[in-house]
């Protein structure tokens, strides 16, 4: 594996050197080369390629925050993951999963200077779907029409999750953590005596038929189109919350999905922080899903815990080896999009957005980009 990532850093210098003398087009460029390009270390170092081919990004799920896509351009941190804001272009009366309004959305990134390249929060995939109610077919249709729209468009990540009516979840989003930071929390005690919700009791293996349903009508689908599914763990990941119960909780229901339609379009997101607070030792678990090529979006984050009790913190102090961790997703040639996920709300800075603190996010990809760095020049 690293003979293999040494040849890829050794022909993308070189990419990089006959472009910086006209010797190639952009056409002639792989896509995944595109938006990298050769850096210097300081004197005496190798060169090697940004962030290891890796499309270091951020979050951006409530629209342009002018501020934010400042800083991550003085960063060099130009993926953008989000939802087809249709807000963001000035349409009405359109639909999200249409071509038009996709390529309205992205044409606003590109004017930022930022690659949209991760639909997270995809339209058309909700509660029918998940439940199992009437329209539900609507809906699955709507969804095949976003990812063939999305393929046109060259946006290939779908970010997804199989928690219907209540998503992600904390009992706490201001609990101190270090130097005062705020930083969410869940202490699964907290929910004791919460009522049920409208649907009444939802089991498990309700929510695997839908979900079976689901990925046999989709994935072949995603095949045909090039688009790559990546389904998020429950978050958190206890076994019912108010009625509803979550099913994508431990490694092995993760397997018992990908078995469900194997195929290259049917993947995950690797969620550090989730997969940690179920027990899952983090590099292993990587390289585990590596081996099959499953892996198409990370969410790289630290946590304290376990799935029923637990805080966020800083990506440097938690439970994860995180070096080890990134090793892992060098050493399985790891090259998708990346982003750091639910930071403490520092000071000066609003909780009003809690677990996407800007100056958070600042420390956050310096740490990553420092690991990344570290590991290309540790396997040169």
Request: charged residues 25%; glycine residues 10%; proline residues 5%.
């Amino acid at each position: 594996m690293k003979d293999n990532r040494r040849d890829f850093i050794k022909k993308s210098a070189s990419l990089a050197a006959a472009i910086s003398v006209g010797g190639l087009a952009t056409s002639d460029i792989p896509n995944q080369l595109i938006t990298k390009r050769k850096v210097t270390p300081s004197s005496g170092q190798t060169d090697f390629i940004r962030d290891g081919g890796m499309q270091m990004s951020l979050s951006y799920f409530w629209g342009l925050e002018p501020h934010k896509i400042a800083l991550a351009k003085q960063m060099d941190v130009l993926g953008a993951v989000g939802g087809i804001n249709v807000q963001m272009t000035g349409l009405n009366n359109v639909n999200p999963w249409d071509y038009e309004t996709i390529m309205a959305v992205k044409e606003v990134w590109d004017k930022q200077g930022l690659k949209f390249n991760v639909v997270e929060g995809p339209p058309s995939l909700g509660e029918k779907t998940k439940l199992g109610l009437e329209g539900r077919d609507e809906e699955i249709a709507n969804f095949i029409s976003l990812m063939k729209n999305l393929s046109r468009a060259g946006i290939e990540v779908i970010c997804y999750n199989w928690m219907p009516v209540i998503g992600w979840y904390r009992t706490d989003k201001a609990k101190p953590g270090r130097g005062g930071a705020l930083v969410t929390a869940f202490d699964n005690d907290a929910l004791k005596g919460e009522p049920i919700t409208k649907y009444g009791e939802v089991s498990k293996e309700k929510l695997w038929s839908n979900l079976e349903y689901f990925l046999k009508a989709v994935v072949p689908e995603a095949e045909k189109v090039g688009i790559k599914l990546a389904m998020h763990p429950d978050d958190p990941q206890v076994d019912e919350i108010k009625g509803i119960s979550r099913i994508m909780t431990t490694v092995d229901n993760f397997k018992r999905m990908l078995d469900i339609y194997p195929s290259p379009s049917n993947g995950i997101t690797m969620c550090q922080g989730n997969f940690s607070l179920m027990g899952a030792d983090i590099p292993a678990t990587v390289r585990e899903f590596g081996k099959r090529n499953v892996i198409h979006f990370v969410h790289f984050r630290n946590v304290r815990g376990g799935k029923f009790k637990f805080d966020e913190c800083f990506h440097d102090e938690g439970q994860i080896n995180m070096s080890e961790a990134m090793q892992a997703y060098y050493d399985i040639g790891f090259k998708g999009p990346i982003r750091p996920d639910h930071v403490p709300t520092m000071d000066g800075d609003s909780n009003e957005k809690a677990g996407y603190s800007t100056i958070g996010t600042l420390y956050a990809c310096g740490y990553i980009r420092g690991l990344i760095e570290a590991v290309a020049m540790k396997n040169k």
